[in-house]
DNA sequence: AATGCTTACGGGTCACGTAATGATT
DNA sequence: AATCATTACGTGACCCGTAAGCATT
């Protein structure tokens, strides 16, 4: 599991859409698509509805946004604390 | 910045051994070694103080491992309620 | 036909294992 | 010499882009 895959998810399930979200993210449709697929296949649901009008979360991907963006932040605010952290000693 | 690199210097961190922490993640001290290293450089700090008898957190390292243990769980979670979720829907 | 997502294919990068090397006790 | 960690090298997996395909409006 790559956080990549969480930024992915967050960029579609707030676009609505994927082309707008691979915009976003900076890669093409293609591989975004691919991503979700494998996301939803690691963690065995699907978390969007697929249309041709767009793409919706489903009730498990509201759910899961909501904890990709706070891991997302997490992850972020830990490489920060870090930093600090190294930046206190050796300054 | 994948996951399993967390994972991974959390074992390390635990044993204070590249070694064993590599039989306890499944993989050989090199490749362990080298996750390591990467993610030194792309947090860009120095987590652990490595010698000859083993390998302990140096104080950048201590705050990152809380994180990170942290973070692992929260993503535990996130599957978890996600599949929750789905679960409820479908049955 | 147009829009939106998915599958097929080829190329470059990444991660692993094995083996050799460096460093400290 | 023994132990622990780090490069060196080759192989397999992974991710991306381009192109073709499928479905709905």
Redesign the pocket.
Known sequence: M?L??FR?FVA?AEE????RA?QRV?????????????LEREVGVVL?E??????LLTPAGIVFLKHAKSIIKSVDFAKEATRAVAGAKTD
């Open positions: 790559h990549r895959q992915y579609v609505h859409h994927f082309t691979a900076g890669i093409e449709q293609s591989p975004l698509s691919r991503a979700i697929r494998a969007l697929r249309s041709t009008r767009g793409s």
